[in-house]
């Protein structure tokens, strides 16, 4: 595959805007990273099979797995089988979880017309999480929140397939409330039933009917779920950051769904006393501050809510905030151009901010609208192309010379921390590998026998080094929630190289 060199030179901060825009425009003229964004998109989306728990089905591809966990939620008296396992590990995080369903119905809402052949595998992805929310969600003013025991499964190095650890069903409700998870149900919920408007009326009617009745359980019960549940999601999923960020994430997004105005009208009421303005350039899956900004701000661009029009001002600040020269303390590059936040897995920073950048270059080109930034513009097509230069570095164009993703490129990660794909498929090994049985393969230095193609690690250090090793987790675990905005940023680039 021909390899184009960085479109920006590792000094990227010394930068100004206008020779940001420059560089951006030579690179523009280039043909953009010679990357097979196609391929790339449709192995992004396939990761996500792999994913899978529960009884998969007869259309499954990626054949290595098979059927696990078909009695979750059994212990509760409640069909919890289905749904994706976040990470590297066999546990069903629904907060996590919801998130990935959320960015996944974004990226087909905004991008879905650039997947071509992929959008029904995109749909089959969507599906999977919202089927999976749908059973989370039965019991009223209830949401299963997490199934397994995390510290037992983290003491196991074992296949989902011959799983024998706790397999406790966790949930908030009005006693034990969690306004932050049942926010980001509810989001996922109504974004996924903007998905399948058109595509199936009734599903779409059950999404959003049921994210109408799971937004009024968070907001009426309010609370983090991390202070009920500490113990058992913390400190893998412990929320930090606040409820109120998904009050009003899930709020905007009924709004896109249901079209009722009492939604927009929540979100007037509420911008102040549930801090919309915090923390504008933080993404992620405990953090929607950045995407409530920009998600709103499609409307304000648009000419239809002026009264909103704080929610531009804060998407305007958090692009200032990514661009390099002038860029916020809290998110620096790495000297070949990557994004980096403080923390682990930092891919999921990385495509999450990539995707609201591409995104809200896109509405800014709806409105012919740029983004002033300290007395400079920022265009449309600056946006892109700092999204794009993200998306190469991904694929390929960076320090290591190796693609993140695995399966795409000739040089990719071989030794991901992740159970399934280290361990002997139960096609090639049928008997049961026991909880400390697995620990060899754990600490082999051999590549992983089930290359799960798709899957996109944590990444690189700051200086832009990775070590290809199983006991480095932060760095060589993929997760769900760093694969679902990719999706969209690949269809983009797919159709505009």
Known sequence: MARK????????????LVSLLFLALLSAAAGGGGHDYSDALRKSILFFEGQR???LPADQRVKWRRDSA????????????????DAGDNIKFGFPMAFTTTLLAWSVIDFGRNMGPELGNALKAVRWGTDYLLKATAVPDTVYVQVGDAFSDHNCWERPEDMDTLRTAYRVDKDHPGSDVAGETAAALAAGSIVFRSRDPAYSRLLVDRAVRVFEFANKYRGAYSTGL?????????????????????????HKASRRREYREYIVTNEVVLRAGDTINEFGWDNKHAGINVLISK??????????RSFQNN??????????????????????GLIFKAGGSNMQHVTSLSFLLLAYSNYLSHANHA????GKSASPALLKRLAQRQVDYILGDNPMRMSY?????????????????SLPSVGTHPSRIGCKAGSRYYLSPDPNPNLLVGAVVGGPNSSDAFPDSRPFFQESEPTTYINAPLVGLLAFFSAHP
């Not at 212990?75 to 749904?83: E, H, I, N, Q, Y």
């Not at 409307?299 to 909103?308: F, N, P, R, Y």
């Not at 983004?371 to 300290?374: F, Q, T, W, Y």
């Open 5 to 16: 060199s960085s479109p920006f030179p590792a000094n990227l901060p010394s930068f100004s």
């Open 53 to 55: 728990s529960g009884k």
């Open 70 to 85: 078909l009695r979750d939620g059994a212990t509760a008296g409640v069909d919890l089988t289905g749904g994706y396992y």
């Open 230 to 254: 500490r113990s058992a999601v913390c400190p893998f999923y412990c929320a930090v950051n606040g409820y109120q960020d998904e009050l009003l994430w899930a709020a905007a997004w009924l």
């Open 299 to 308: 409307e304000v661009l648009m000419g239809k809510a002026d009264d909103l």
């Open 315 to 336: 998407a305007d600040d958090f692009i200032c905030s990514l661009l390099p020269g002038i860029s916020h303390p809290q998110v620096q590059y790495s000297p070949g």
């Open 371 to 374: 983004v002033p930034c300290g």
């Open 405 to 421: 993703m695995v399966g795409y490129g000739a040089r990719y990660p071989q030794r991901i921390h992740h159970r399934a794909s």
